[in-house]
């Protein structure tokens, strides 16, 4: 780790946490030759961001992203900005010729996405967009074995993500911690914020998504906005179920809510093959069923695999056999591949171009849940 | 159990062994005033019908069902026949006076189905479709807590039925135990074998469904047909998925698949609601999933309720509690309710005329799979 | 079945339901030479003798055994009465020249049981204790794999039987329903009612066991007597708990209690394996925990198996892959499998001297409760 | 946090790390006044040494731990090295007047461990032993359960910590990585490595312990000694398990094995009381097993708690709800309460003297093994 990776990090919310844990950690774990340096925090509220540098150990605040990306001294941008900052902020730092790392969703939409991922490989600076749940051990072993062909012909695919925490008429809408829930801000409700996880790691392990045929319900029509102080019309997405096709054949259903009483994240995929299906569950997120048909018909039943042994994805850099790793290492392991990346010249994904394509099936989800019909989903394709 | 309850049953399938189990064990656990007598069995095989009325205990034997509903001494049929000869028989059996219990689904569909209500209601004889599911123990207390009120508002319904049983080519289709997979004698694949049982489940627990929007995939084009020996088109949906609405305003999605590698049987469903969420699954029948947001915060969970004790529905008539009861018995239950609906004037459901609200339901679906559009679910209402 | 078994019943308790359950269906489900009938029922309660003879079926019913012992038109005597009667009518029916069926355990300690083997060989009557469990398919299928040597040499055993309907100061002890809480009529409390069970399991997978080091303890020390109406001392233990070794090297833990909250009936077995382990769970008894180390490293994991498909034992002669049976089903088993040891003059286990076996475990645990010492095991060995 | 808190840490193994995280980590997470400074760490192998300083950002690097000891510019010394180390390294730790940290156990045995706690108490200094699962979200809940008195009278404790890593023959013993099975250095087999952290949290939430009878086994009686390259006798403890009771009444099990395939590090334990269970399970860590006797009862069920919630113990220092944490968070859990503990001057347990309480736990139960009876259990009791 002789070499430094100046970093500048814009936003000092929940995701400003992961990030910041990910840079300090990531040295501890990984040998790596680039060491992420905590140059700059940068967020509009100074006092914030003063306490977020101390908390952390940044070397410097900013409260002015424009400033930040002028400093020499940067190499990378982390955004952890809400969403409808995610455009101007990364094709700012693209021209600036910063290496960026950019939380999910990609954009609002795929029109500004598309901006994004023009200027980003005009620039031809490393990007990244923080679909962090590629890199659970659990997710990162299941891929694996899909591109062994361990599961042979795919059939169905099917993912939710169910929360219960807007089901309250008393939360507000907007501002400070809820910015999620005013689509001026986040562009959509469960669509962009937990669908796209699902569609992220769906295109992943599954490939190409043909057409999507979506419902959406926004249950509570109207919350008080924070900040605004006034009652006002809500419009995001409440919930969002959609049937899809993919192009290797195989069918799919997908769903998330905010509504779902009893259920605080849980992300679910399960992946039905020839050969052997494969399920996982964020709840769980240290253990990956996999039924196997080739087994003895006797002894076939749905193995619970502890994913925490010396030879499962990233897992030698921990502790021992059997002890868990949560949440937060997702992050240290997609930085520990980002700048593998960087070292290998082989960039790790998913890229801004890869998280376009997720968010161009959000789109045909979202026109879809309005006209009723299945909705061809556009591709971006390869980098040209 | 002074009154005899004389049965004809037709059928020596796997459906005419669950209900002649049913009709021989029902007064064992069961304190009723009719007793089921084993009086014929009825099958265009006279051998296998003289073997299965050996096996089971049946009085006679006739190979041909016209003159089992010509006997006098017949006072309930029970058709445990292919889908394509329920709607002939049980007309016939209707005009002839005889109580009618009939294996689910109804019909091929819902024009075939509003033909047998219109004839049994003419005819007023008591009648029971075989939605045996109802009658698992935790399924029924899950429709008790649903009308006691315990989740309030209901926000969604998910339902799956999942099998693995057809994936291989090499599996004919059409005769002798595959006749499910013949469109013609079986009317549909998944949806009329499989979705019907998770749909008469959700009207029961959920009320109406409004519109429903489908897709369904028939994998393997074609297979060769146990009676005619030539390799022919398959005709039946292997997998069919579909997003619905209900009348509550609750948001739904269904899945069925023989395809899903690794589920035998595996029917699951899970309700959403303000204040309580509710979840169950068929390969462990014994148990409901329960979570009660009025639990105290730190000490909130899903709690496996182990649906075996003596105030659980039904579990007061087997044994002692912790001891599981398995899939045969909802079938005991069925009968031992729709005797005590003979005996009190009111009548068990699912009646012919709920399971035609269920035929509408996969005559949407089937009819959205094609149109590609929101298709409404046709309703047939409460008896006039 | 063309022979008759005529079967006669003693004890209209729980034991005797699933007894009389096991008669009446065997017949429907396995394909046998002989086929018991339900001659008579006998109970000293001769109005509840009439009542469970109309409900089940019986052609008669005595109120004194010993009548019921001298009818000629009797084959086999079903002893479902306390266990302090065991011996006396167990003697008496072998003198009779009765088949025996005895509920478990087989006596109220070794003395009572040794006297009862000697009786019945010297009668040469066919015999079986009622140890239900070994013919739940998910144990059988245990034993086939310990047999086969797929776990190579074992190293650890451990077994729990959990129940918690005891922990009420109110509840009476003697009498109807509760003689299990009388020493006098059981002879011990959970050692021989629920550890017998562990114990015959324990024997039949696992082998001899050498040495055993218990305690006990008795929570209530006094209850109300429901015969007396008295309060009396409480002479039976509410829980034990043993250390043991086998003869094959392995090391063993057994406990069990009324007084565990939360456990009606969770009887627990796991085996540890040099390259397999095995776990199983009343609660969820179609279903058993498997574990081989010889699969690929990173996809190792207990497999949970739905023993439900026609290749796992006994599941040929049932319903369809994935639909559970219940408790009630391993007493059906252990009757076919003692008719098929009529068949085929190979007797089904457990015998009167397999039981006496585990009758001497249970002596040499409740000496070393008292002794505080390790006490050997003694054996009665294969019959001479 | 305005002081610095200098650290010194001896033993660069697993241990070393664990420990070195949660120096690193605790103040990003909680808000202390104390910031621990990596200041030196300290190993025999300078080469090691050098490179962990570098992993982990210590400022210096020492070979020789009297050295570390003498330097004025270390606060606390944290003693990460095998057993047999542990009381000469603590004592004169003690007397430079430092604060300690030490691993788990103690020491070999309670003769080493009383002699630690006289010179500690005697120098007066901070102390506190790594019994690191007490700081586990869900047993620290469980903890603040029992004390609210939520379970009632306790009937039975049961504690298991299985592992499978040791079932080979050509593992060898003694030196780098494999300390745990040289008893010269560790003292004792599994009682000292597992089941000692099985009674720290059996003591902390259940009291007091009595009395013991154990077993313990060698499976692999000679193993290759890594240290001299000849194959020697094996002198530790393969697996114990041992029968307990606890002053209120109560009874356990404990038991340990480094020999149950299947099992990495199954650390579990459940507590059943009069009105409520608990269940706790290492390779779930995230969630408590919770079952409320005065739920209504039909809807009593073991609850699957996700402690991940902000009303949870130390989870609103973490993420969202919902979002596991692992292992390793139970160091940084047990560094910030022993800091909080240095702020109120109510130091954190436990300490060296509720560490040797377990100590003398542990030597019974070797005791017992050898005599084959119960053996009291020595207290050192309160600090005078």
């Given at each position: 780790m002789s070499k430094k990776l100046n970093v500048g990090l814009i936003g000092c919310g929940f995701m400003g946490r992961t990030h910041s844990n990910a840079h300090r950690k990531v040295n501890n774990f990984f040998d790596l030759e680039y060491q992420p340096v905590l140059k700059a925090i940068c967020d509009c509220n100074g006092g914030k961001a003063a306490a977020f540098a101390k908390t952390w150990g940044f070397e410097s605040v900013e409260t002015d992203w424009k400033a930040l990306l002028a400093r020499k001294d940067i190499d990378l941008v982390d955004i952890c900005l809400p969403n409808n900052l995610h455009k101007e902020v990364a094709i700012a730092a693209a021209k600036a010729g910063k290496m960026i790392i950019c939380e999910k969703p990609l954009a609002r939409d795929g029109q500004e996405g598309a901006a994004m991922v023009k200027a980003i490989e005009k620039a031809g600076v490393p990007n990244l967009v923080s679909y962090n749940y590629r890199r659970i051990p659990a997710v990162t072993l299941a891929k694996q074995l899909i591109d062994e062909g361990k599961l042979g012909r795919i059939f169905h695919y099917r993912a939710k993500f169910l929360q219960d925490w807007t089901i309250s008429?008393?939360?507000?809408?907007?501002?400070?911690?809820?910015?999620?829930?005013?689509?001026?801000?986040?562009?959509?409700?469960?669509?962009g914020d937990l669908l796209a996880h699902c569609i992220d790691t769906a295109l992943w392990l599954n490939g190409s998504m043909t057409t999507v045929n979506a419902m959406t319900e926004t249950f509570i029509k109207e919350r008080k906005h924070q900040l605004t102080g006034k009652v006002e019309k809500v419009g995001i997405d409440d919930a969002c179920a959609f049937l899809a096709r993919f192009q290797n054949g195989s069918l799919a259903t997908f769903e998330s809510t905010r509504y779902a009483?009893?259920?605080?994240?849980?992300?679910?995929?399960?992946?039905?093959?020839?050969?052997?299906?494969?399920?996982w569950d964020l709840h769980d997120l240290h253990r990956l069923q996999y039924f196997e048909h080739r087994d003895e018909g006797r002894l076939r039943g749905w193995r619970s695999i502890h994913v925490t042994d010396g030879d499962h994805p990233y897992m030698d850099k921990w502790w021992v056999p059997g002890l868990q790793i949560g949440y937060e290492h997702s992050f240290v392991h997609q930085l520990a591949?980002?700048?593998?990346?960087?070292?290998?010249?082989?960039?790790?994904?998913?890229?801004?171009?890869?998280?376009?394509?997720?968010?161009?099936?959000?789109?045909?989800?979202?026109?879809?849940?309005?006209?009723?019909?299945?909705?061809?989903?556009?591709?971006?394709?390869?980098?040209?």
């Open positions: 008429k008393d939360l507000p809408q907007g501002g400070d911690g809820l910015w999620r829930l005013d689509v001026k801000v986040a562009g959509s409700g469960v669509t009483r009893g259920h605080k994240a849980l992300y679910t995929f399960e992946i039905n093959g020839e050969h052997a299906s494969i399920a591949d980002f700048i593998q990346g960087l070292q290998t010249n082989k960039p790790a994904g998913p890229t801004f171009r890869d998280a376009l394509e997720t968010q161009y099936v959000c789109d045909a989800v979202l026109k879809s849940a309005k006209t009723g019909r299945w909705e061809k989903v556009r591709h971006c394709g390869p980098k040209p």
